[in-house]
């Protein structure tokens, strides 16, 4: 099904925003954790943005467009060591990867870090990572994915806001040829990173749930978050408006992550839920599942109240506009249409 996706970069609040949430349970949590997260300072002409691989290899070959559009913004880009270096399925060891983030974490010239690609790899550094001077110095960190290793963590131990978007590897070699969809998603980072305030339309999914939600939005791949559960890391849902996706499972897997969402409490105290794209592998023949994706989540959630809706264009997918995580968000689910609007 075509979906109709547009970025709007207004200052003005949509309507119905400003109407008042009911006292439960969930808005105390949300108007509690509103006043508790960090938000980096936006990027100016002439700020710096690292690159480096904290997960994945990719080579400078490969960086090179995303490195000329974000110069076109008028941003310096600093390039890290481990861009060209690979061990394995990495972007070099533990040790190269490590010391490169860690070296553009705690440089205070650097304003904002792009993580050059997914993959695997942030896992086996994350918990070797000093943020004490990122903590002073709070900058935006950029990536999914694998990246959402890091999203949790910063959210976790950091409080600070994070953009979950496209990386280095996703940038096209010649924007002027692309089409809509992709100028606008490109652009939505730079939006993310001078501080405009996002707003997302879509048109409804026919098995969203309506509602008016108001919360810090965070999320990202629903494996990575899965793997977090129980760690220093694990992302905190309560009063917050969870979004998900992923890709290359089996329905049945999808099934077994949203159960362990919901047995963890993460689905309990929300104040809404956001499914993005989820490139699902076919059932073999003969062991189909049963079950759509739809019907899985909803499954999970029968017993909330609080607006569900799907195919949001965030994810493994050209649809993936960037979201700033960690920021208190507004959405509003409708028969007609959907917003997600940044309040921030």
């Known amino acids: 099904m075509n979906r109709k996706h547009f970025l709007g970069t207004t200052g003005v609040y949509l309507a119905g925003i400003s109407l008042p949430l009911k006292k439960?349970?969930?808005?105390?949590?949300?108007?509690?954790?509103?006043?508790?997260?960090?938000?980096?300072?936006?990027?100016?002409?002439?700020?710096?943005?690292?690159?480096?691989?904290?997960a994945g290899p990719v080579t400078r070959e490969e960086i090179q467009p995303a490195v000329s559009i974000m110069e076109a913004w008028g941003f310096r880009v600093v390039i890290g060591n481990t861009v060209g270096k690979k061990e394995f399925t990495r972007g070099g060891s533990d040790e190269e990867r490590l010391e490169d983030l860690q070296k553009m974490l705690d440089d205070p010239s650097i304003k904002a870090i792009m993580c050059a690609r997914g993959g695997y790899g942030c896992i086996r550094i994350v918990d070797r990572i000093d943020w004490t001077r990122f903590k002073k110095n709070p900058k935006w960190i950029i990536g999914f994915s694998d990246i959402t290793v890091l999203h949790g963590h910063i959210h976790q131990v950091g409080k600070v806001a994070c953009i979950h978007s496209k990386m280095t590897n996703s940038f096209p070699a010649d924007l002027s040829v692309e089409d809509t969809l992709m100028t606008a998603t490109i652009d939505s980072i730079h939006q993310a990173l001078t501080g405009k305030k996002m707003k997302y339309e879509l048109a409804p999914h026919p098995q969203n749930r309506k509602g008016t939600a108001r919360g810090i939005l965070v999320g990202g791949n629903l494996k990575t978050i899965e793997s977090l559960s129980g760690s220093s890391s694990d992302i905190k849902t309560d009063g917050k408006i969870l979004f998900v996706e992923d890709t290359g499972e089996y329905l049945y897997s999808i099934d077994r992550m949203f159960w362990n969402l919901k047995r963890t409490g993460k689905l309990h105290q929300l104040q809404a839920l956001i499914v993005g794209g989820f490139k699902i592998k076919p059932d073999d023949p003969g062991d189909e599942f049963g079950k759509t994706l739809q019907e899985i989540v909803l499954e999970k959630v029968k017993q909330f109240s609080y607006p569900v809706c799907f195919d949001f264009p965030v994810g493994h997918q050209k649809a993936n506009f960037a979201l700033k995580c960690g920021v208190p968000h507004h959405l509003l689910v409708h028969d007609d249409e959907v917003n997600l609007t940044a309040s921030i």
């Open 24 to 54: 439960n349970t969930n808005s105390v949590i949300a108007e509690e954790h509103l006043a508790t997260f960090t938000i980096p300072p936006y990027l100016k002409t002439g700020h710096s943005i690292g690159i480096t691989c904290p």
